[in-house]
């Protein structure tokens, strides 16, 4: 990338890798810390030098486990900081983001998903929905976890990455895949939208004037770890009532609903808007934030429609939460495939069609 | 008059209490750092990356910020407090499993970095907490709960020598080896530790000091015996000195 | 006159300090402290103490919090 981006007026077309980079600089980001892998590498690539020209932080990391470290270390000190990493190497990281769930810290991710398992390919996939969502870590925890459709997209919800994580003092991750990262699409930036999180109360900086702050995750009464994670458990509740972010299109009236998450969400709708043109009644709805997961308004359209069908382009990993909020009440049924590009739109409508002759 | 010439550091917290096992030198090496804090006056701008092992109870004795990294995560984390916050004084307090082992990547790449952070490197032989294992520092023929025969080198490999390899890094700017066999050897650690401290206020570079200790309770030693072990069988393999010097033009 | 202050409570037993005094003015305690252990007293009858901390600089526990000399 030749052109220094930062802040813009208009609308400019961009790489969502580029984007995801050059937001994060809007939105304050101190510290990079990272490792190199594909589909993501000009995150990296586009901070090494963004962040030297700006005086912040940039270090190429000895791993992932070093990046991810260095990140927590940085975000101790209360200063927006992050990494990003695809699939393979977000494995590697499981074991920090659980410090960072335990140590209470503002720590933000991108993973942009590549096929797996293992190796794996560099082709886009979605197959790390459970790694983002449930997670590999140890102990009960959650992540926040925004999944972008478009290269806005992309732009906007790392904001809201940042500031979700520093709100709520807790891991954040914003999901992409392979395709959102490599693709180019107009986008605009403008400011960071969002109010600074005031870290003052807990961050690192010395003991001048103060009691000194230890961030630790060691606790070595049970009755301690008991209150501990009831407390943050308490958190993640507030996070459902007051943070869900969904797209939903034409769902009041649909029989069938359509949902998938991140790049899918694009050629589902095209699929929708098809199906709506031959007189069906269909409607696509698409979770922003996969945790907290919009479980009240799936189980609100599992009473209006008759059938959801998930697309996602794995096995089926999105499906599981779905099923749970629609509790069995209508048919989930699902198209998918582990890896590669998107589900064309035409069998898209073929499986709607099925559905609807069954 | 009388004058006092030894006192309980300052900055150690109010009413604490090693947990060591008796005889342990970590209650001696966490106490030279925290001498070394106090005289240089570092308190109100300290933060300590701890880490897992014997080592990570220094926030329950020393009274300055601190983050618990994972274990070999330490210096990864100190890094990032760091870079984030360069005016402030970083420094690690680890055992050598988690800095030579399974955080050597972590470290090594911080000394070629050459990080501004010091790290303390306690060297007993052996993984303590988990009650004594082979560890990657644990001697040729040495006896663990995991080398039952001795650490016999078709089986096991060779111990690292830590100083030595960190003295290499060109992003070093001091790596000493010192001991806490004996109380001048005591007093010369804590002038290492000391010059560790500075040449990071100085901005230099890494800074690296490795400290032979006794673990009693895992040598299955008395607290003297164990002593006479770190004189006459580790300080012969692991030999104390100064390995880099960048101030006096000193390197392996 | 020279003398240390030790904390029988932070005391573990392990001895390294009996050792360390080139006066031998340290002795193990006929009382068991709060840990179960017999700790070290300072035995100085004669004023004989240099004040040199040799034994609180070797203890691992800071049981012998203060030394004085002179």
Avoid at chain 1, 25 to 31: S, T, W
Avoid at chain 1, 216 to 236: G, H, M, T
Avoid at chain 1, 262 to 289: D, I, Y
Wanted: hydrophobic share 40%; charged share 20%.
């Amino acid at each position: 990338m030749t052109t220094t981006l930062n802040k813009s007026e208009g609308k400019v077309l961009i790489k969502g890798n580029y984007a995801i980079a050059n937001a994060a600089v809007i939105a304050g980001c101190q510290c990079y810390f990272g490792y190199p892998i594909t589909p993501q590498s000009e995150i990296g690539e586009f901070m090494s030098g963004k962040m030297q020209e700006l005086g912040r932080a940039y270090v190429s990391a000895e791993s992932e486990l070093g990046a991810i470290n260095m990140t927590i270390g940085a975000c101790s000190t209360g200063v927006k900081a992050m990494t990003s990493s695809s699939s393979c190497a977000i494995s590697l990281m499981q074991e920090g983001i659980s410090y960072a769930c335990s140590d209470e810290l503002p720590v933000v991710i991108v993973s942009v998903m590549r096929g797996g398992p293992g190796l794996g390919n560099i082709y886009p996939s979605q197959g790390d929905y459970e790694q983002a969502v449930i997670g590999g870590g140890n102990g009960d925890y959650r992540i926040i976890v925004l999944a972008p459709g478009t290269v806005q997209e992309c732009v906007d919800l790392t904001y809201k990455t940042f500031y979700l994580a520093h709100k709520y003092r807790m891991p954040a991750m914003l999901l992409a895949d392979g395709l959102l990262g490599q693709m180019m699409e107009p986008c605009l930036f403008g400011d960071y939208p969002y109010p600074e999180v005031d870290n003052s109360e807990w961050m690192l900086t010395g003991a001048k004037n103060r009691h000194r702050r230890v961030i630790r995750s060691y606790a070595p009464l049970a009755e301690d770890q008991c209150v501990f994670l009831n407390k943050l458990f308490n958190k993640y509740k507030v996070l459902e009532e007051n943070e869900v972010m969904y797209d939903e299109y034409m769902v009041d009236d649909a029989d069938i609903v359509v949902m998938s998450f991140g790049s899918m969400g694009r050629n589902v709708k095209s699929a929708v808007k098809a199906c709506r043109e031959k007189g069906l009644k269909v409607g696509a709805f698409r979770p922003l934030t996969l945790f907290p997961f919009p479980n009240r308004k799936i189980e609100e359209l599992s009473h209006s429609a008759k059938k959801i069908l998930v697309t996602e382009i794995n096995m089926g990993q999105m499906l599981r939460d779905v099923r749970l909020a629609v509790n069995g009440r209508i048919p989930v049924e699902f198209l998918g495939k582990p890896v590669g590009s998107m589900i064309d739109i035409e069998d898209i409508v073929k499986k709607i069609e099925s559905m609807i002759e069954v | 008059m009388a004058t006092q010439v030894f006192k309980v550091p300052d900055i150690m917290i109010d009413g604490f209490k090693f947990g060591f096992c008796p005889g342990c030198d970590h209650g001696v090496a966490m106490r030279l750092v925290a001498e070394c804090l106090d005289e240089l006056n570092l308190q109100e701008n300290t933060i300590c990356a701890s880490a897992i092992g014997c080592s990570v109870c220094i926030y329950d004795y020393i009274n300055v910020d601190t983050i618990e990294a994972p274990h070999g995560r330490a210096i990864a984390e100190a890094t990032g407090v760091k870079r984030a916050k360069p005016d402030k004084f970083v420094f690690t307090y680890q055992g050598d499993g988690d800095f030579a082992s399974i955080g050597l990547a972590e470290s090594m790449h911080a000394a070629l970095r050459g990080e501004k952070i010091s790290a303390i490197c306690i060297n007993n032989t052996n993984y303590g907490m988990t009650g004594g294992q082979l560890g990657p520092t644990t001697m040729v023929g040495q006896v663990t709960t995991t080398s039952p025969t001795g650490r016999n080198l078709e089986y096991y490999g060779y111990p690292m020598k830590i100083a030595e390899q960190f003295a290499l890094c060109d992003g070093v700017a001091f790596s000493a080896r010192v001991s806490l066999d004996t109380v001048p050897n005591i007093r010369k650690a804590k002038a290492a530790i000391k010059k560790a401290f500075e040449y990071q206020i100085k901005g230099l570079g890494f800074s690296f000091v490795e400290i032979l200790s006794s673990c009693p309770t895992n040598w299955r030693m008395t607290p003297q015996k164990a002593h006479d072990r770190v004189r006459d069988e580790m300080m012969k393999v692991f030999v104390p000195g100064v390995y880099k010097d960048i101030l006096e033009s000193k390197q392996v | 006159m020279s003398h240390i202050v030790i904390d029988d409570k932070q005391c573990k037993a392990c001895y390294l300090c009996i050792d360390e005094c080139p006066k031998k003015l340290i002795k193990v305690s006929d009382k068991v402290n709060n840990l179960g252990a017999r700790p070290v007293e300072f035995y100085d009858p004669n004023g004989e103490c240099l004040g040199c901390a040799m034994c609180a600089t070797r203890c691992p526990d800071l049981a012998i919090r203060e030394v004085y000399r002179g």
